[in-house]
């Protein structure tokens, strides 16, 4: 699973009726419902159940692993959802900083900038 271009996840096993494709898709919305809604990285807690492990965040129910997933990955479920856990925090803090007022009009400065150069050299070589 995929959040602005970095690659946060995998899930292996169908749910119920979901696909992982499907799942994929719910817990990336949810990754970043929960960044935009500001839910602090360090809120994200592992809670562990008789087949599967939840993964939350700032209270909200972001994915969950399964015996399945983790035998795919081949790992322990334990040890697969500490790391999707660790991902999915990363994720939270790579979504805020990326998202924030200053990042958006520090890319907009740059491309603002890009533009006058190149209209500068279209210019120049225009007169050529």
Request: hydrophobic share 45%; aromatic share 6%.
């Amino acid at each position: 699973m995929v959040i602005d271009g970095r690659s946060v996840l995998a899930v292996y096993q169908n749910i119920g009726s979901f696909t992982p494709k499907d799942r994929a898709e719910k817990i990336r919305e949810r990754i970043i419902a929960a960044a935009k809604a500001g839910v602090d990285p360090n809120s994200v807690s592992l809670k562990s159940r008789p087949t599967w492990t939840e993964i939350s965040a700032g209270g909200q129910l972001l994915m969950a692993v399964s015996d399945g997933d983790a035998r795919a990955a081949g790992k322990s479920r334990a040890q697969a959802a500490a790391e999707d856990a660790e991902s999915i925090r990363q994720a939270l803090i790579n979504y805020h900083r990326d998202h924030n007022l200053r990042a958006i009009f520090t890319g907009i400065t740059y491309s603002f900038l890009a533009t006058l150069v190149l209209i500068s050299i279209a210019f120049a070589v225009r007169k050529l």
